[in-house]
């Protein structure tokens, strides 16, 4: 496959957690991938599966209480952080962006302020995708005025909770040797405008791991440059094998798993995307035919929430090769490491 890799535009395994990288991590802030070192993120990962196999305590969290702040819908990120917090032992409690006085025009500061006062750690969903860069800078700020930890459950910019689940997922999937399994990171239709922070997060954390993965997606959709620039000098060091294309067909050829994702633009304004994604709707949607180009077993992922016909058909999204509940399972896991690494 003719692609361009980062220079044109450490490989390792994951082992059980080491405690100077889990003890860097105390009271820090999660909500970008590229604040961490490769080290701190592989002892997450080793975390999260042992916890996941039942080898750590349950109640390393009893008492705590984590305060969630979503202004935008969540299905998977809001209940595996409930889920999460109660089954270490503490309390989640949702606060719903229309119930608070923020409705009212309460600033935000002054909100992350208060709740830091009530709660252990902030967990953040902030964005809107017409004024792309504001929901990370709502973030940034909050954590600035909160004395506790505060996550990114999804902004304009990053995903780092969702992203390193699907690491996981890939790592239980491959085994230690995942790093070199090829991964499709690509767009796909959808009638909705999304935050590209999937793609930012994966690429950020396949830099800093040493993995192998091509990104696909039509010309006028490309990811942020911070993020390509980042990508190219963490690449280098970390030894990652990162392309991209814009040929889906092309894409898919050889590749060991599949991922569908829809983004906004970043260059075109609301109406030139919405013409553009409906004149190539049609070239955008994974189907069977780009699941028997990809490597014999290969998988097919998707963060969720999609409408089958869109961005994937029913036949593949249904089918043997997805591992998307997979996927939504190892939110949990994740989370569950990432609120004892803070706390």
């Given at each position: 496959m003719a692609g361009l890799t980062l220079d044109d535009v450490a490989r390792a395994t994951v082992t059980e957690a080491a405690e100077e990288p889990i003890a860097r991590l105390r009271n820090r802030d999660f909500i970008n991938l590229m604040d961490f070192t490769a080290d701190e993120l592989e002892s997450l990962l080793a975390l999260a599966l042992s916890?996941?196999?039942g080898d750590r305590r349950s109640d390393v969290l009893a008492g705590r209480f984590i305060g969630l702040l979503f202004t935008l819908p969540s299905t998977r990120t809001r209940i595996s952080f409930q889920a999460a917090a109660h089954q270490l032992g503490a309390h989640a409690e949702h606060c719903g962006g229309s119930e608070l006085q923020i409705a009212n025009h309460e600033s935000l500061v002054d909100t992350a302020a208060v709740m830091a006062r009530y709660f252990d750690a902030i967990v953040v969903r902030m964005y809107d995708m017409d004024a792309y860069g504001e929901g990370r800078r709502n973030l940034v700020a909050m954590a600035a005025k909160a004395a506790v930890p505060l996550i990114n459950a999804l902004d304009d910019k990053d995903h780092p909770c969702q992203v390193m689940s699907d690491i996981l997922t890939l790592r239980e999937k491959f085994?230690?040797?995942?790093?070199?399994r090829k991964l499709l990171m690509t767009w796909g239709y959808s009638r909705r405008l999304k935050s590209p922070g999937v793609l930012h997060s994966m690429l950020t954390a396949a830099a800093l791991l040493g993995m192998d993965v091509r990104f696909a997606h039509p010309e006028g959709y490309e990811l942020d440059g911070e993020y390509l620039e980042f990508a190219r000098t963490a690449a280098r060091k970390s030894g990652a094998d990162i392309?991209?294309?814009?040929d889906l067909r092309e894409a898919s050829e050889g590749v060991d798993a599949i991922y569908v994702k829809n983004w906004k633009s970043l260059s075109m304004s609301?109406?030139?995307?919405?013409?553009?994604r409906a004149s190539?709707?049609?070239?955008?949607?994974?189907?069977?035919?780009?699941?028997?180009?990809?490597?014999?077993?290969?998988?097919?992922?998707?963060?969720?929430?999609?409408?089958r016909g869109e961005q994937v058909t029913a036949e593949v999204a249904d089918g043997e090769s997805s591992i998307i509940y997979d996927q939504a399972e190892n939110r949990l896991h994740f989370q569950k490491a990432l609120l004892a690494s803070l706390l």
């Open positions: 916890m996941k196999r085994g230690p040797g995942y790093k070199r392309e991209f294309c814009n609301r109406e030139e995307d919405e013409r553009l190539i709707r049609d070239q955008w949607c994974i189907g069977a035919e780009h699941m028997r180009l990809a490597n014999p077993a290969a998988y097919y992922m998707d963060c969720m929430p999609f409408i």
